[in-house]
């Protein structure tokens, strides 16, 4: 059985040290980054990563930026690190999407076992992936499956996509889509989402024929 890859990013050599060894020895594999953009490589280049364990104050770039980056395309479980106490900070890693806060000095042992915790409400969370003709989408690893092949879909597409799946057979004006998708802070034009609509369709070829145009509407989103 594959071992379950943990991405573990600070700029102490003696922390990661002290973090991998507890890792390996419950049955991890550990990769390291020393810095904010190491981390971001580390990630984008292996798709496998489960988790990210992530200090805050790093050089070049620091770990609520990483944090804020990687929300953008993907839910994997972040535990944020750090030697700061203050509620007002904790408060920005839990707005940003931080999944757990572990304040410096930690003991292993509990970061270990907090490490399992987190990893198996992840893995129910992906096993309740939206599904219709079809398409899976996984939202936990932000993926998308046509026919069992896996297509790439900007944030907004999937999204948009997604917003879809949670309303089968619903008549969803563009206003509607609009403020659940573009959230109401958009100052755009609507016509935005027929542009996204007709790319949309496009990547998901046989199956972009779900998303029906309801005229002088919208869209609804319904299966064959």
Not at 55 to 68: I, N, T
Request: aromatic fraction near 8%; include cysteine.
């Amino acid at each position: 059985m594959e071992q379950t890859k943990i991405l573990v990013v600070d700029d102490e050599d003696r922390m990661r040290k002290l973090v991998r060894d507890f890792l390996v020895k419950d049955g991890y594999s550990v990769i390291e980054a020393a810095d904010g953009e190491a981390a971001l490589t580390a990630f984008y280049e292996d798709k496998n990563i489960a988790l990210i364990i992530l200090d805050v104050m790093m050089p070049k770039l620091d770990g609520w930026s990483v944090c804020r980056e990687i929300r953008q395309v993907s839910r994997v479980p972040i535990i944020m690190l750090t030697a700061r106490g203050e509620e007002k900070d904790e408060l920005l890693g839990f707005d940003l999407g931080v999944d757990e806060y572990i304040a410096k000095p930690f003991s292993p042992p509990i970061l270990v076992a907090r490490v399992g915790a987190l990893l198996r409400r992840s893995r129910s969370v992906r096993q309740e992936a939206l599904t219709a003709g079809g398409i899976v989408l996984d939202e936990a690893a932000h993926e998308v499956r046509v026919d069992g092949k896996s297509i790439e879909l900007s944030i907004k597409e999937f999204e948009l996509l997604e917003y879809f799946m949670k309303n089968p057979g619903t008549a969803l004006s563009r206003d509607r889509i609009l403020n659940s998708v573009w959230n109401y802070d958009y100052f755009g034009d609507a016509r935005t989402i027929d542009t996204h609509v007709k790319k949309l369709r496009s990547k998901l070829g046989r199956c972009g024929s779900y998303i029906r145009t309801v005229w002088g509407l919208g869209y609804k989103f319904e299966v064959s």
